[in-house]
């Protein structure tokens, strides 16, 4: 039985009552700042809603919000405290708190966000997603299948690997692994540069769409169960200038959480501004929303056991050396201030 729940309406009315109460607490202090960094993704929708909705300015923040490509990255940006908290994936946090760095997930954002899209000729071939049809596509095309994803100890990274060796159980000889940024990611797919590629929402609808004979191979759930994607992360810094600005910002957090999925046509707006730049239709981000490829989970503890088995894999990898004590780097006490 999966330990993944949703919210009960007790825990949705609490977590809105919360957040209206700390916003309204501070109308007449000054706004604190907090700089986030987040990947443009899905799974940093809360982001979005709680800029786009205007919630972070009546609770008396100042989002600074700064996109990067990929987690790795980011955690340069974390480490040397120009960022005050990160909304990514778990598997870059995971590796910088087993180095010590100072940081604390505080909340899920999104769980099972991976999947595994296929294109030209491996997309036709038959059982693409098994050892025998990563052989057969290596024996026509006399190369190995040229998957992008995202750096070493990225959680796409990771997933893809997880699902390669434990699923597919693919000879390492039949495929290449090519790291990249996300966007390169979705440009090379959509190119045929790549034969497959680890991509999440809104790219997978927006290739779907783009490029009708890609292939879905795996989603999230078939990669690794119950995988751990996007989390809200604070440094330790940022804790101790203002705890009440991060207590605020998870509450927002949550209410956002229950937003998208409740309102994800309103939610779409905020997604479209910020992913589409204007630009991509508001519907692409609405399908995004409702897809089998999403789904939000804010309650940190939720995901801490799958990631102990995502950690135990990285360390098998060799991308983390030592493990991170996971009891000191999930603290779940601002999440259940706000959802109780």
Same mark, same amino acid.
């Given at each position: 039985?999966? !330990?993944?729940?949703? #919210?009960?309406?007790?825990? $949705? *009315?609490?977590?809105?009552?919360?957040? &209206?109460?700390?916003?309204?607490?501070?109308?007449?202090?000054?706004? =604190?700042?907090?700089?986030?960094?987040?990947?443009?993704?899905?799974?940093?929708?809360?982001?979005?809603?709680?800029?786009?909705?205007?919630?972070?300015?009546?609770?008396?923040?100042?989002?600074?919000? =700064?996109? #990067?490509?990929?987690?790795?990255?980011?955690?340069?940006?974390?480490?040397?405290?120009?960022?005050?908290?990160?909304?990514?994936?778990?598997?870059?946090?995971?590796?910088?708190?087993?180095?010590?760095?100072? =940081?604390?997930?505080?909340?899920?954002?999104?769980?099972?966000?991976?999947? *595994?899209?296929?294109?030209?000729? !491996?997309?036709?071939?038959?059982? $693409?997603?098994?050892?025998?049809?990563?052989?057969? #596509?290596?024996?026509?095309?006399?190369?190995?299948?040229?998957?992008?994803?995202?750096?070493?100890?990225?959680?796409?990274?990771?997933?893809?690997?997880?699902?390669?060796?434990?699923?597919?159980?693919?000879?390492?000889?039949?495929?290449?692994?090519?790291?990249?940024?996300?966007?390169?990611?979705?440009? &090379?797919?959509?190119?045929?540069?790549?034969?497959?590629?680890?991509?999440?929402?809104? +790219?997978?609808?927006?290739?779907?769409?783009?490029?009708? =004979?890609?292939?879905?191979?795996?989603?999230?759930?078939?990669?690794?169960?119950?995988?751990?994607?996007?989390?809200?992360?604070?440094?330790?810094?940022?804790?101790?200038?203002?705890?009440?600005?991060?207590?605020?910002?998870? &509450?927002?957090?949550?209410? +956002?959480?229950?937003?998208?999925?409740?309102?994800?046509?309103?939610?779409?707006?905020?997604?479209?501004?910020?992913?589409?730049?204007?630009?991509?239709?508001?519907?692409?981000?609405?399908?995004?929303?409702?897809?089998?490829?999403?789904?939000?989970?804010?309650?940190?503890?939720?995901?801490?056991?799958?990631?102990?088995?995502?950690?135990? !894999?990285?360390?098998?990898?060799? *991308?983390?050396?030592?493990?991170?004590?996971?009891?000191?780097?999930?603290?779940?006490?601002? #999440?259940?201030?706000? &959802?109780?």
């Amino acid at each position: 039985m999966s !330990f993944l729940h949703a #919210f009960s309406r007790r825990a $949705a *009315v609490a977590a809105f009552g919360l957040a &209206a109460g700390l916003a309204a607490a501070s109308p007449a202090d000054a706004a =604190t700042e907090l700089r986030i960094g987040f990947i443009p993704v899905v799974g940093s929708a809360q982001i979005f809603v709680i800029d786009g909705e205007g919630w972070a300015k009546e609770a008396g923040i100042d989002l600074k919000l =700064t996109q #990067f490509e990929s987690g790795p990255a980011m955690i340069s940006a974390l480490a040397s405290g120009t960022l005050d908290a990160y909304l990514g994936g778990i598997g870059p946090i995971m590796v910088a708190s087993a180095k010590g760095v100072d =940081t604390k997930v505080v909340a899920s954002a999104a769980v099972e966000e991976m999947t *595994v899209v296929a294109r030209g000729d !491996f997309a036709k071939t038959a059982d $693409a997603a098994t050892a025998a049809g990563f052989q057969a #596509f290596g024996e026509k095309a006399r190369r190995p299948v040229k998957i992008a994803t995202q750096p070493p100890g990225s959680v796409p990274d990771t997933v893809l690997r997880y699902w390669l060796a434990n699923t597919v159980k693919a000879d390492p000889a039949t495929y290449e692994i090519i790291a990249m940024g996300i966007e390169q990611t979705q440009q &090379a797919l959509l190119a045929g540069a790549v034969d497959a590629a680890t991509i999440r929402e809104p +790219a997978v609808t927006l290739v779907q769409e783009r490029e009708p =004979t890609t292939k879905l191979l795996a989603l999230g759930g078939q990669m690794m169960k119950d995988q751990p994607g996007s989390v809200l992360a604070v440094t330790g810094a940022a804790v101790a200038k203002d705890r009440a600005a991060i207590e605020n910002l998870v &509450a927002l957090h949550v209410r +956002a959480t229950i937003f998208l999925k409740e309102k994800p046509d309103q939610a779409a707006r905020h997604l479209q501004k910020i992913l589409g730049k204007g630009i991509t239709d508001v519907s692409v981000f609405q399908k995004a929303l409702t897809s089998p490829a999403t789904r939000f989970v804010a309650d940190p503890i939720a995901i801490k056991a799958a990631t102990k088995d995502m950690q135990d !894999f990285q360390i098998k990898l060799g *991308v983390l050396e030592k493990p991170a004590d996971l009891d000191r780097l999930f603290d779940d006490s601002y #999440f259940r201030k706000a &959802a109780p």
